[in-house]
């Protein structure tokens, strides 16, 4: 099975920063990977899919690149309804996650 | 609008057995593959299981293979989950989705969850 690996697990930036969250995949993948968003006590919710493409109703400020083994969830200019936890999947296999706080 | 419900949770003891179920609407059921995801209390994500469009083809997590059974009634527009000798490390909310297959043959995105259902094992 795919692993995916993510980071960092945990992050704290300012209101206005621009964020990275990486996940690499221990295999070459053909670019379907997607980005999740969960707020604690709220269900995950679709921000990317097959790598870039920005889900229907999701901020302008989130973007994802990447191929092969490589993929990255850019927020740019981090808002205070950021905070959460972020997730990327590849098929049946979600990263570990990475918790972005606001200082 | 597309609503997933779950429903089914409570607390069982180990080596019990659970049926949960999800009430779908809002779309063409038939038309997506559908699974379950599970996230243990203060952890991430992690799929259970998935069941094709019709229902022909279901897939299991390694880790509940044998013990987890996945089905569908498009007629009822349900999916279900039969848990079955449960351990305490299955204690979980889980949440069913709907699957978005982006390419034949490859499991896509997940772009429609329900609320969750707490499955709490403990003697």
């Known amino acids: 099975d795919i692993q995916m690996t993510q980071s960092p697990s945990s992050l704290s930036a300012s209101v206005g920063d621009t964020v990275t969250i990486t996940c690499r995949a221990s295999q070459s993948i053909s670019g379907y990977v997607n980005w999740y968003q969960q707020k604690p006590g709220k269900v995950p919710r679709l921000l990317i899919y097959?790598?870039?493409t920005l889900q229907s109703g999701v901020p302008s400020r989130f973007s994802g690149s990447g191929s092969g083994t490589d993929f990255t969830l850019t927020i740019s200019s981090l808002q205070p309804e950021d905070s959460a936890t972020y997730y990327c999947?590849?098929?049946?296999?979600f990263g570990g996650g990475t918790k972005v706080a606001i200082k | 609008q597309v609503d997933l419900v779950e429903s089914g949770g409570g607390v069982v003891q180990p080596g019990r057995s659970l049926r949960l179920s999800c009430a779908a609407s809002?779309?063409?059921?038939?038309?997506?593959?559908m699974h379950w995801v599970r996230q243990a209390p203060g952890k991430g994500l992690e799929w259970v299981a998935g069941?094709?469009?019709?229902?022909?083809?279901?897939y299991q997590a390694d880790s509940v293979k044998g013990r987890f059974t996945i089905s569908r009634d498009n007629s009822k527009n349900t999916l279900d989950l039969q848990l079955n000798s449960l351990r305490v490390d299955d204690t979980a909310v889980y949440y069913c989705?709907?699957?978005?297959?982006?390419?034949?043959?490859?499991?896509?995105?997940?772009?429609?969850w329900g609320q969750g259902t707490l499955v709490t094992v403990a003697s």
């Open positions: 999947q590849q098929a049946k296999t």
């Open positions: 069941v094709s469009h019709d229902g022909g083809n279901q």
């Open positions: 097959t790598a870039s």
């Open positions: 809002g779309f063409t059921f038939n038309h997506y593959a």
């Open positions: 989705a709907r699957e978005v297959s982006v390419l034949w043959g490859t499991m896509g995105h997940f772009d429609s």
